[in-house]
């Protein structure tokens, strides 16, 4: 209630703001200015860093390859879509978006690992789902303006919190002090009706030990595809106590979303009729107009809490606590649903037994996160003969209990259903704890060892089939060593070798175990990953090589196979493997042309895979035997370069930047039988940014930022899904545009997600 009632009471003030700040576009954008590179509002200087210790961020001089994003490069790129289309520039990064414009229902895929394969932290705290293990960043929007740096580790990465990183880590860190008072004020405006606007707020350090900071945001869009709106609110409150020896800090992030479902895709028989490239399936059920409420809605709420205290000068400590709300539903109209899916019986109207009604239902999720993190470094005054500096210790570890209920309500129905009827209703239980040990030994001669070992239990108890296919309580156990090693060399004071080797495991999701019997259920994921490589940095040019070996044991892999309960859930393929290799440079041409860019090779292969096809007629189901077929979702090419500009590299007062983007996606499989008709095709877009910084013009710095997306217009689809099925007795394409033949008696059923073709976007922030 309270949520609501702050938002309700805070948010009829963008109103006045969004006018304001759009007549402020307005005079902008005619304006005879000279331009000048954007800059971030605050310097390194004024971060605070060592409030929260990152004990999951990994070193500049780490063997494990990453890529960070500062508040400078997050300043000079955002302006209102999610999280992995920030990250757009990371090696090996494939973004997409439901409603094709980077607003809304968001995910990325790293190494063609997909979302829930992606271990994302807030300071260190784990912000998976528990049971799903995927991030959904519609939660949580406009956090990149808290965010103080943003980290990616490809691959398995450092010992963290959460869930195991099988494609990569993201760490935000959102501890960002500043010590002076601020208030900045941002408005954007682009295509299909998006817009953002945020008011944050800070008091600077009061008296050199206190600091507040707020901020309230607000994102709306149309989307590119039909309906798929979306409307977005949230707020970020903290406050910090620092002195010499300890630091208290405490974060309340609260997200809302009301999101219209684009999740179905467009469907496979509309792919090539440009018409019908943005139509929605999603609330056609009711009969004439779609049904306007067939919304995802859903509120999150984070309470972080971090006390950091300096024991000496060779030891300090952190222990963090955090508590996550979650709470809503999707809405959904559906027709013709049979009485017993809903555990009723026919309904009887005088002579006429009646099977099937229309109804409306929501399906909740009500969920409770809580738990804590500690970290304990150690970096002893004397160091052992052999080493040029001395040794680094650190011992943490996590705990953390995840309560879901999870149910569903039919709220509204044609005939029989009494008034919200509840049609099911179970909880599930995780409690996730991981201790680790890292040490880092720094020898003469400029070589560096890393060790990281750690040792997790997961204990996941849930409403599941028994051996007799009845709904019964079960627990699952998994214990789980992940140790990992590594050795950086720096040879010259401008170049480093590396190697690194470690192994990740993680547990099945939700679906896994609920679908499935003791007998049936799928074994935990478990990868080798093998990472080395060459780094070289001088007078503003870099360049990064790094190969890598990521194999698989058990992985799994939807393959179409029922099981004994009649579900379709993934199952282990014993072995797979990623390999490849990612570069990546930095060229500096003079004081004013920067080029900067990465391209990721690689070869993704499931050994030996059967799939499974639904034979119609027979009820029975066929299989076919694949071998070396690619990886799905898995492109053997990502690329992407940007050309900077800055005309006046010396300006003081006006400062601008023109950059030009582009990035290349090779093709992708929807699933591992490579299967060309459903292929999304390798595509290449680019991005055109203009930069424009003013400073004590309108307080002391006014940003302007002019983005034109997919500048070329290109038309390409990033995400899609597919079903296959044989029949020669039934061809189900009239009745349904998800399906089309394949070839003789076999079909498909696939949805795809095309992105949005060129827009605009217009972002005016003004710093006091």
Known sequence: MFHSTFMNMLFPFFNLWHRLMAVGIGVLFSMPVMLAQRTDQSTDSTLLQTVVIQATRTGAHS?????????????????????????????????????????????????????TRVNVTINGIPINDAESQGVFWVDLPDLATSAAEIQVQRGVGSSTNGAGAFGATVNLDISRIEPEPFAVLTNSLGSFSTAKQSVYVGTGLLGNRFAFSGRLSRISSDGYIDRASADLKSYHVSGAYIDSDQSVQFHLLSGKEITYQAWNGLPAQYLDIDSLRTYNSAGTERPGTPYDNEVDDYTQQHFLLHYKRNLSQQMSVQVNGHYTRGYGYYEQYKAGQEYADYTLPPLVLGDTVLQQTDLIRQRWLDNDFYGGTFALRWKPAVNPPLLGKPPEFMLGGAWSRYEGRHFGDVIWSAYGFPDDFRYYDNDATKNDGN?????????????????DLQYRAVDYTFLGFDQNQQNVTQTAELRFFNPKAGLIWQFHSNANVYAFWGVGQREPNRDDYTQSTPESRPLPERMNDWEGGFRFRKSGHEMRLNLFFMDYRDQLVLDGRINDVGAYIRTNVPDSYRTGAELEATVQAGRQLTFAGNVAISRNKVKRFTAYLDNWDTGEQESQLFEQSDLAFSPSVVARGELRWQPFPNAEKHRFQLSIAGKYVGKQYLDNTENEQTALPAYFFSDLRLNYDLADWLGQRMSLILAVNNLFDATFISNGWVYRYISAGYDDRPNNPYTRLETGNRYYQAGFFPQAGRNLMATLSVRF
């Open 63 to 115: 063997p494990i390859p990453h890529t960070n994003y500062g508040a400078r490069d997050i300043a000079r790129q955002y302006q209102a879509q999610d999280v992995p289309f920030l990250l757009s520039g990371v090696p090996s990064l494939v973004e997409s978006s439901d409603a094709g414009t980077g607003i809304g229902y968001t995910g990325m895929r790293i190494r063609g690992s997909d979302p």
């Open 435 to 451: 201790v680790y040990g890292k040490m880092e030994l720094h020898f003469r001669g400029g070589l560096s060892v890393f060790t």
